[in-house]
């Protein structure tokens, strides 16, 4: 009796969180057509509300990312640095994940995250949150990578914007490319030349692109030359690899929409090519 007794509790210890789970507890990631799309990591975006300014995604011997709301009471950061490089993802869970961790909130102090939460893209945990209940909050969000799940991004927030928080987090897109893939250095962009009949340049008052799928705007700067990167590889993020459609807006001195073309871009997970468009535009 004591042998089976022993026996039933080494498997118990061994399941995971994951396993006391159901699927449909879980928050759906979806995207919020509402919102800005500010891109997260090179294979991933996230949305905000207006109400939230920072640089975002920074690239510079790899990448850094900082974005809070502006009275202070959310900030989503990730600083994942050692002496030479900076990686996208921090310490990685196995997936038989624990029922808690330990980070460090905005004293440095170590601290205990116990409150969980799943994040689920048609019936499969794509990422989890921990967090505290303190006032002033501390959590941290684990990205499905690989065969476990990699600390993606750090939040100290006030108890009362939770629910925000977690509306965020649950816009993180989802990458259709391994996060080990290694990419050649050089920046890939597809670029367009805006021109008039005559074969001279046109130079359009505002130029911007349209992301189909969203609904999402950026704003494109025209060099002296009428070109314009319509797409970049800063926003494979935003692309599914076969193709997306996107939607390049021009308007004049008086206001009116001369542009209004589109195209479809996809990517290679390392950088974006241009499917379908034109390489030059005509404004009569």
């Known amino acids: 009796m004591r042998i089976f007794v022993i026996i039933?509790?080494?498997?118990?210890?061994?399941?995971?969180?994951?396993?006391?789970?159901?699927?449909?507890?879980?928050q759906e990631i979806r995207q919020n057509l509402d919102w800005k799309t500010v891109q997260f990591k090179n294979a991933h975006t996230l949305q905000f509300p207006d109400s939230y300014t920072g640089n975002g995604l920074v690239g510079f011997e790899g990448n850094t990312f900082y974005m809070e709301r502006k009275d202070g009471k959310v900030t989503l950061?990730?600083?994942?640095?050692g002496p030479l490089w900076c990686d996208d993802f921090g310490k990685t869970?196995?997936?038989?994940?624990?029922?808690?961790?330990?980070?460090?909130?905005?004293k440095g102090l170590d601290i205990k995250l116990d409150r969980i939460l799943f994040f689920c893209f048609k019936g499969e945990i794509k990422g989890i949150f921990y967090y505290d209940s303190k006032t002033e909050a501390t959590g941290s969000y684990?990205?499905?990578?690989?065969?476990?799940?990699?600390?993606?991004?750090?939040?100290?927030?006030?108890?009362?914007a939770l629910e925000e928080v977690i509306d965020i987090l649950s816009t993180i897109s989802l990458s259709e490319c391994r996060d080990d893939i290694v990419c050649t250095e050089v920046f890939v962009s597809i670029v367009v030349k805006i021109l008039?009949?005559?074969g001279q340049i046109y130079k359009a008052k505002q130029v911007y692109v349209e992301f189909d799928?969203?609904?999402?705007?950026?704003?494109i700067h025209q060099d002296a030359n009428g070109n314009v990167p319509v797409i970049t590889d800063g926003d494979i993020g935003r692309l599914k690899k076969e193709g997306s459609m996107v939607t390049l807006i021009g308007i004049d001195d008086k206001n009116m929409q001369?542009?209004?073309?589109?195209?479809i871009a996809g990517h290679d997970c390392c950088h974006v090519k241009k499917i379908e468009g034109k390489d030059s535009i005509i404004v009569k």
């Open 196 to 198: 008039r009949p005559d």
């Open 142 to 160: 684990y990205l499905a990578k690989d065969k476990g799940y990699s600390e993606a991004v750090n939040i100290s927030f006030n108890q009362e």
């Open 77 to 81: 950061s990730y600083f994942y640095c």
């Open 213 to 219: 799928n969203t609904g999402d705007r950026k704003l």
């Open 258 to 263: 001369v542009i209004n073309e589109k195209y």
């Open 93 to 106: 869970i196995s997936s038989e994940n624990p029922t808690f961790i330990f980070s460090k909130d905005r």
């Open 8 to 26: 039933i509790l080494l498997i118990l210890s061994r399941c995971s969180v994951t396993d006391e789970i159901n699927v449909n507890q879980c």
